[in-house]
C-alpha cells in the first residue's frame, strides 16, 4: 500500500508556510494528498473549492511537486479511511498550535475506523508566525503580500478585495 499522507486544511488561502509543509511532506511519503476540507467552525471563506484548486493546482505544476488535491466534508478520519491514508500531516507554528493539534490527533485516533498514524512538522523560521487569517488581514489592508504567498495567490486576493471593498 506504501507510505500515503494527507495533509488537510481549508487553505483559504494557500500560503507560503502551506507550501513548505506540502514541500516537505511530498519528498517523505510515496503519496501526498492535499485535502481541502470546508470547516464549519471558521468564519466564511473568501475562495471557493474551485478556486483553491485552481491555485494550489498551478503552484504544485510551478514549484515541480507531486500530489494529489481532494475536496472533502465530514470527518475527517472517514476521509482517510475512504482514501486509504496511513499517515495524517499537522504543521506547527507555535506552542498553542501544539496544544490544539494534540487534541485534534487524540479525538481523531478515538474515532478512526483505521491505524494511522500523525505526523506534526515544525513550521520553517521564516514561517512561524504565518496564518492565512493573518494574510487576508494584510490584503483587505492594502500591505504587501509577496513575502507570504505566492504571486497566483497575492493576484487572486486583491481581486477578492476589490469585490469585497465593492460590495460594502
Same mark, same amino acid.
Given at each position: &500500500?506504501?507510505? %500515503? ?9 494557500? +500560503? ?7 514541500? =516537505? ?6 503519496? #501526498?494528498? %492535499?485535502? %481541502? ?13 474551485? !478556486?483553491?484548486?485552481? &491555485?494550489?493546482? !498551478? ?5 515541480? %511537486? ?13 476521509? &482517510?479511511?475512504? @482514501? ?8 506547527? =507554528? ?6 490544539? !493539534?494534540?487534541?485534534?490527533?487524540? +479525538?481523531? *485516533?478515538? #474515532?478512526? /475506523?483505521?491505524?494511522?498514524? +500523525?505526523?506534526?512538522? +515544525?513550521?520553517?523560521?521564516?514561517? #512561524?508566525?504565518? *496564518?492565512?487569517?493573518? $494574510?487576508?488581514?494584510?490584503? #483587505?489592508? @492594502? ?5 507570504? $504567498?505566492?504571486?497566483?495567490? !497575492?493576484?487572486?486576493? =486583491?481581486?477578492? $478585495? /476589490? @469585490?469585497?471593498?465593492?460590495? =460594502?
Amino acid at each position: &500500500m506504501g507510505k %500515503i499522507a494527507l495533509y488537510p486544511g481549508s487553505f483559504d488561502p494557500i +500560503t507560503k508556510g502551506h507550501i513548505d509543509i506540502i514541500k =516537505r511532506s511530498s519528498n517523505l511519503f510515496d503519496k #501526498l494528498i %492535499i485535502g %481541502i476540507f470546508k470547516n464549519s467552525t471558521k468564519s466564511k471563506a473568501w475562495f471557493s473549492d474551485e !478556486e483553491k484548486v485552481e &491555485m494550489i493546482q !498551478e503552484i504544485l505544476k510551478k514549484e515541480g %511537486i507531486e500530489a494529489e488535491i481532494k475536496i472533502f466534508n465530514g470527518l475527517l478520519v472517514d476521509f &482517510m479511511y475512504k @482514501e486509504n491514508v496511513n499517515i495524517l500531516i499537522r504543521g506547527l =507554528r507555535a506552542l498553542s498550535d501544539y496544544e490544539y !493539534e494534540l487534541q485534534f490527533a487524540l +479525538t481523531n *485516533s478515538a #474515532l478512526a /475506523k483505521n491505524d494511522f498514524e +500523525t505526523v506534526f512538522l +515544525t513550521a520553517s523560521r521564516e514561517y #512561524l508566525y504565518l *496564518s492565512s487569517s493573518l $494574510v487576508k488581514e494584510i490584503a #483587505l489592508n @492594502e500591505g504587501q503580500l509577496g513575502i507570504f $504567498v505566492p504571486k497566483i495567490v !497575492e493576484e487572486e486576493l =486583491r481581486k477578492k $478585495v /476589490k @469585490e469585497i471593498k465593492h460590495n =460594502r
